[in-house]
């Protein structure tokens, strides 16, 4: 695959002007809301602030991509990677720092690549939406930063005291699994201050199939009901009424999963689905997944 063409032609696209918007419009809501808070009303804000940073990645990967300040300024490394698998690897793209007054931002950018010479274009469009994704959270953090830093001040804080919280952002991913089969990572954007702001987008990619696979694809065609039945059981287990920390569907809690849910293979092969943070279950819970025996 020739990265550095597909480089030059995802930077050559301009900078959609509704994540912007769509993001900052999320940063005024929740610093109105944030003034009285309880577990049901923070839940909310959390929410509705990951699905903006969510809908404007969405934007980006309709046909624009953002095009982030990746001029000479910036240290960039583009090396290759161990091989990671029988039949791919992942490659860092791309690797540089943001930095400005509101927030240093540390990007490393994975890229999928086929090993086999007569299949090495399959993976370009999932390394589109990666890509895509990636600079949607590092835009994600820019304004979220930007506004915290202006709310901040204009509560009575000081410059000094902003500095202090050392605030920053990291795009990175991680490799989960690989075996003959599968190779699944998670491609994620995370802000330092406030805690909440962490997007995570997961890949799982046939080996065999060279394609990106599905839960059905994996649980087969009642991999819905499959799925739900598991995961109902498994927060049963945790106890019943007060004892029991997830949330209630009448309070937004678990109810059923979708195709568009999230979930990675693991190494024993079965499907891991993934909740974000404050989704089914109070933030202290962090991301919470459940495994799915096949």
């Given at each position: 695959m020739d990265f550095d063409k597909a480089r030059e032609e995802y930077e050559m696209i301009p900078i959609p002007k509704e994540l912007s918007m769509r993001v900052d419009k999320a940063i005024k809501d929740a610093q109105n809301n944030r003034k009285q808070i309880d577990i049901k009303k923070e839940r909310k804000i959390m929410k509705k602030v990951t699905k903006t940073v969510a809908a404007a990645a969405a934007v980006v990967l309709l046909g624009t991509t953002i095009g982030v300040n990746t001029s000479e300024a910036f240290a960039e490394d583009i090396y290759n990677a161990p091989i990671i698998g029988s039949f791919a690897e992942l490659v860092t793209f791309r690797s540089y720092s943001i930095s400005n007054e509101d927030v240093l931002i540390n990007v490393d950018i994975p890229a999928?690549?086929?090993?086999?010479?007569?299949n090495e274009g399959l993976p370009?469009?999932?390394?589109?939406?990666?890509?895509?994704?990636?600079?949607?959270?590092?835009?994600?953090a820019q304004e979220l930063a930007k506004g915290y830093h202006e709310a901040f001040i204009a509560t009575g804080g000081t410059e000094k005291?902003?500095?202090?919280?050392?605030?920053?952002a990291t795009v990175d991913y991680d490799v989960l699994s690989?075996?003959?089969e599968y190779l699944s990572f998670v491609?994620?954007?995370?802000?330092s201050y406030p805690s909440f702001y962490e997007e995570r987008s997961y890949y799982t990619w046939d080996m065999n199939k060279k394609e990106i696979i599905t839960l059905e694809d994996i649980l087969g065609e009642d991999y819905i009901n499959i799925a739900n039945e598991s995961?109902?059981?498994?927060?049963?287990?945790?106890?019943?009424?007060?004892?029991?920390?997830?949330?209630?569907?009448?309070?937004?809690?678990?109810?059923?999963?979708?195709?568009?849910?999230?979930?990675?293979?693991?190494?024993?092969?079965?499907?891991?689905?993934?909740?974000?943070?404050?989704?089914?279950a109070p933030g202290s819970m962090g991301e919470v997944q459940f495994e799915i025996e096949k």
């Open positions: 999928l690549q086929d090993i086999e010479a007569d370009a469009e999932v390394n589109k939406e990666i890509l895509a994704k990636c600079e949607a959270y590092i835009e994600g005291e902003w500095i202090d919280h050392n605030i920053t690989q075996n003959d491609v994620y954007g995370w802000l995961i109902k059981t498994q927060i049963a287990a945790y106890g019943s009424g007060t004892d029991n920390p997830f949330f209630s569907p009448d309070m937004g809690g678990f109810t059923t999963i979708d195709e568009e849910t999230p979930f990675y293979v693991n190494e024993k092969g079965n499907p891991v689905i993934c909740f974000a943070k404050y989704e089914i």
